[in-house]
């Protein structure tokens, strides 16, 4: 049987760790579909349009907004503004 201080224990051990493990955005890729894509069966969203990502420089914190060959400094307010296609974290300190 458990004793309760054991349990108390490992609830207490639990909830330290959980709390030290955090995580940062580190990316945010985004897919740009036309408009008329994807309604009344037209072609597949996926196929057409275009890739955006965001990416956060680890050293200065600075994002960047990446799409084909344009790099350019971005805010990191607009991110949450975007829909995102897929967001990428990292553990927090280690960015």
Excluded: C
């Amino acid at each position: 049987m458990l004793e309760k201080s054991d349990l108390v224990n490992a609830v207490v051990t639990l909830r330290n760790h959980l709390a030290e493990t955090k995580y940062d955005l580190v990316a945010n890729i985004i897919h740009d579909s036309p408009a008329e894509v994807g309604k009344e069966g037209k072609r597949d969203p996926l196929e057409e349009g275009t890739y955006r990502v965001h990416v956060r420089h680890g050293a200065s914190s600075t994002w960047f907004e990446i799409q084909d060959l344009h790099i350019q400094e971005s805010l990191k307010e607009l991110i949450g503004l975007s829909e995102s296609y897929v967001l990428i974290f990292g553990k927090a300190g280690l960015n």
